[in-house]
């Protein structure tokens, strides 16, 4: 069984989850469920993420995912 994703699909779904953590976590830090300090390094390293995995996916970067 392969459990191989597409690099696109990968990406599409990185940026989903980042931006349901926009959406969400401002919610709970008003709630004080989560600390600001909490959020914004997981907003940032979702961010990450993305860049990471589109770099990967440039052809011109010689980088075989």
Avoid: C, D
Wanted: no cysteine; proline share 5%; charged share 25%.
């Amino acid at each position: 069984m392969s459990n191989k994703v597409h690099i696109a699909a990968q990406i599409f779904e990185l940026q989903r989850e980042l931006e349901m953590r926009r959406l969400v976590y401002p919610e709970q830090v008003r709630r004080g469920k989560m600390k600001a300090s909490q959020a914004a390094p997981h907003i940032a390293q979702s961010g990450a993420a993305i860049m990471t995995v589109q770099f990967v996916q440039e052809p011109e970067n010689g980088v075989r995912a």
